[in-house]
């Protein structure tokens, strides 16, 4: 394996961030997102928000906080999800399927800075472990799996008739035997205004399995999918998870890119609370706001002062093939550019992209 895996220096980083770049046409938002970031004293592991012994859970070992540089904190290298409707006959197979192409994607994003990609699959969404670990071992790209439940409709039959205890000792057995880095992506069904009562019970299960092995979480919402998804969605989630005993800066609320909130009313509430803000479909086929919105809602975020409290990713699940150039590598190569162009600069950047995932998937392993 290549030195690539162990991290590299800022300045290195800086680089792959593409410093320089960007016209610098709102300086009172970046340059204020900037002094907050410069008045803070050269900051210890612990001062970052990332206590002594923490690590960060990769396939393949345990691997410290600091190794990593641009890190994807939601994407899916492998995904083979049972769709709401039956495939048509003759229809071709998920492109995760073909992990050759898709190792191939994990290298090309690599070479464009990324060290580590977050898996958001898991078994009830057609996740191939086996897979995942040959990308791992094949690339100089960190893999990091995650566990849990999608949403009702692709939970397996037993999760019905099992207590919330149950579900969360399953998982905490799983994670342990599959080398869990992360609990996600954890959703809820489209366009209803509340989780059902197994959603409920199934983020409740991931919450105290989280509090028995310090695993992360990160959320699904149902954001942008018809009227009736609320607008606090993302703090209902945020409330499930704190009532068995999860501490909100373990969490990352997923696709609050897809609600709109220009204002960033509900995001100041999530990050205020502590957990991550996730804009997590930024550049891929389900826009749902389109990627201008994006760069305006990121704004606003970076103007409240909360720009330690965002992460970046693009829930990618290869619908394109080798042709389509930004593969895995999108939020790199094509919204950060996006946001340069908005004028946020390099150092703010790079603080989201390695900083703050560094701090969401740190953890202090429990219970062995």
């Known amino acids: 394996m290549s030195n690539q895996r162990f991290g590299m220096k800022r300045r290195e980083a800086l680089r792959l961030l593409g410093i320089g770049a960007g016209a610098g046409l709102l300086p009172s938002v970046t340059d204020a997102a900037i002094a907050a970031l410069a008045k803070q004293p050269t900051r210890s592991p612990a001062a970052d928000g990332i206590p ?11 691997v410290p906080p600091a190794s990593l540089a641009t890190v994807l904190f939601h994407e899916h290298l492998s995904i083979n999800l049972r769709p709401a409707q039956p495939r048509p006959a003759g229809a071709p197979p998920p492109p995760t399927q073909n992990v050759d192409m898709i190792l191939e994607l994990v290298k090309r994003a ?3 800075g990324v060290s580590c990609i977050v898996d958001g699959g898991h078994p009830d969404m057609g996740r191939d472990l086996a897979a995942l670990k040959r990308m791992a071992a094949e690339t100089d790209v960190h893999i990091v799996a995650s566990g849990g439940y999608y949403m009702e409709r692709t939970y397996p039959p037993e999760v019905a008739s099992k207590s919330e205890q149950e579900v969360a000792s399953d998982l905490e057995e799983e994670a342990r035997a599959s080398r869990y880095g992360a609990f996600g992506e954890i959703g809820q069904m489209p366009n209803l205004a509340e989780m059902t009562a197994n959603e409920r019970k199934v983020f409740a299960a991931v919450g105290r399995a989280h509090v028995r092995t310090g695993i992360p979480i990160f959320t699904h919402n149902a954001y942008g999918t018809g009227p009736n998804v609320r607008p606090d969605a993302g703090l209902r989630q945020l409330d499930v998870l704190e009532s068995v005993g999860v501490n909100p800066r373990h969490v990352a609320i997923g696709h609050s890119c897809c609600l709109d909130d220009l204002k960033a009313d509900i995001f100041r509430q999530i990050a205020k609370r502590g957990a991550f803000v996730g804009f997590d479909r930024v550049t891929t086929v389900q826009q749902i706001m389109p990627d201008a919105t994006k760069v305006q809602m990121v704004l606003a975020i970076l103007e409240a002062g909360l720009a330690d409290q965002l992460l970046l990713s693009a829930d990618f699940t290869g619908q394109r093939t080798l042709e389509d150039g930004p593969g895995y590598a999108r939020t790199v190569t094509v919204f950060l550019p996006l946001l340069r162009q908005a004028g946020v600069k390099d150092e703010v950047l790079q603080n989201i ?16």
């Open 52 to 62: 002594s012994g923490a690590i960060v859970r990769t396939l393949l070992e345990d």
């Open 110 to 112: 690599g070479r464009e």
């Open 353 to 368: 992209m390695t900083n703050n995932a560094r701090r969401f998937l740190a953890f202090v392993p429990r219970n062995g």
